[in-house]
């Protein structure tokens, strides 16, 4: 399920949110999925894929700011917050609206103008794929391309039984090796890109940062932390 999930009809620039951590919004699937078609791994390829799996295995939290550019030109920020396992707030800066939470169980997209909220369980989204306790690029993801630049590692994967889904690569720098960007081309070939600014890693996160409180309930509008 590492690309599906999102298979529902989100409007305006809610859409952005979607793209941005490799969730596009996409088709159904066809009737016959595509298999994805493995890289095939040098040893150097093996040594770097148990590099970033042990990057995420250590990686309890995570705050930065972000930049988010799509092929089409439009440029998005806001702020990031994991914290591993199972958590996770992307919140757009104004004027978006956009803010998705995983709260260890749900994952959460809300748009405060339209005051509309979207609920999924956590397990059956991409977002899972970066939040699980123990990080794999096997099994239920393929890893398609491998390519290497000065200071740079970037790994694309697709899901493994349905590679028409889509694309994720994931960017590192080499020192100090940390993810830096990561980008996402759907279904129909369109690009979004991710590029994290001023990451901060293990730093203690407030609680509350992923905790939701529907402002159809509590009569107040999603607090910001962007």
Do not use: C
Request: proline fraction near 8%.
């Amino acid at each position: 399920m590492l690309m599906k999930g999102l298979r529902v009809s989100i409007a305006r620039r809610s859409l952005l949110a979607v793209l941005a951590l490799g969730l596009p919004l996409l088709a159904a699937a066809p009737a016959l999925a595509a298999k994805a078609k493995p890289w095939p791994l040098t040893p150097q390829d093996k040594a770097d894929i148990a590099r970033i799996e042990t990057y995420f295995d250590g990686l309890k939290t995570l705050s930065a700011k972000f930049l988010q550019v799509t092929d089409a030109g439009a440029i998005s920020r806001g702020a990031l917050y994991i914290q591993r396992p199972g958590r996770m707030r992307f919140d757009y800066a104004p004027p978006s609206p956009v803010v998705m939470i995983a709260d260890g169980t749900l994952l959460i997209y809300h748009d405060r103008e339209l005051v509309e909220t979207t609920t999924l369980p956590l397990s059956t989204t991409p977002v899972a794929f970066l939040l699980r306790e123990k990080f794999r690029l096997s099994q239920d993801i393929t890893v398609t391309r491998i390519d290497r630049g000065p200071g740079v590692l970037r790994v694309s994967v697709r899901e493994t039984d349905d590679a028409d889904q889509g694309e994720l690569t994931l960017q590192f720098s080499d020192a100090p090796f940390r993810l830096e960007q990561w980008s996402v081309l759907d279904s129909q070939s369109r690009q979004t890109k991710v590029t994290l600014i001023d990451t901060r890693l293990g730093d203690p996160i407030d609680p509350k940062i992923f905790d939701f409180r529907d402002p159809k309930f509590f009569n107040q509008p999603v607090e910001r932390f962007n």
